[in-house]
């Protein structure tokens, strides 16, 4: 009796165990596949995907850069001190220009994707305006903060 007994019920246990094993895997096994695809180094919505590579610095383009700072930034930053903005002097000391050169064009998209300008964001507790500039504008600028920072 016993010994007709202990087969049937392994049968019965595996086939339990195996219908519950399949059953139960699928969902918790999804969540883990993708955790997020957006990095900030390649956002195709930002104006400037180029890579800037720098020679000489050009005069002509650092009078041109620093006449539009004057102008167009002066209003919420300096040199060497902390206003309505980071101080920019330095900022190519902590920054690549091609980050710089985004900052400029498109600060507004910058806060949405990049977690660098949405710590300033946080920071200076002011969103930066869009200034409008074209990218040559913008170039010029790069070209006057390169003069102003200690690295390059
Ligand atoms: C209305 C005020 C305002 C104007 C005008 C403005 N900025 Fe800004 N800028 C800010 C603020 C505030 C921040 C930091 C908070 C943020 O990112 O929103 C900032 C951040 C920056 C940063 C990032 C600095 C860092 O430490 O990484 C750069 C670069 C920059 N601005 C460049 C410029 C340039 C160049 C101009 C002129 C074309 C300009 N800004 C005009 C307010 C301004």
Redesign the pocket.
């Known amino acids: 009796m016993m010994n007709r007994l202990i087969p049937v019920l392994l049968l019965a246990f595996v086939f339990t165990f195996g219908a519950c094993g399949g059953g139960g895997d699928a969902p918790p096994d999804d969540g883990s596949t993708d955790d997020s695809g957006a990095t900030s180094a390649t956002n195709p919505d930002l104006p400037f995907q180029e890579t800037l590579s720098f020679g000489e610095v050009d005069p002509t383009l650092v009078t041109e850069g620093e006449e ?2 004057t102008i ?2 002066t ?3 300096k040199m060497g001190e902390r206003y ?3 101080q ?1 002097d330095d ?1 190519l000391d ?2 690549t220009p091609e980050w ?1 050169m985004n ?2 064009l498109a ?1 507004d998209k910058m ?1 949405v994707t990049d977690p660098e ?1 949405q710590a ?2 946080a920071e ?1 507790a ?4 869009n ?1 409008n ?1 074209t990218q040559d504008e913008a170039r010029a ?1 790069v070209e006057y903060l390169r003069t102003t920072s200690t690295g390059s």
């Open positions: 539009l700072f167009r930034c209003t919420c930053h309505v903005g980071p920019l900022v902590r920054r710089v900052m400029i600060p806060v300008a300033l964001l200076f002011v969103p930066m305006t200034q500039l600028i």
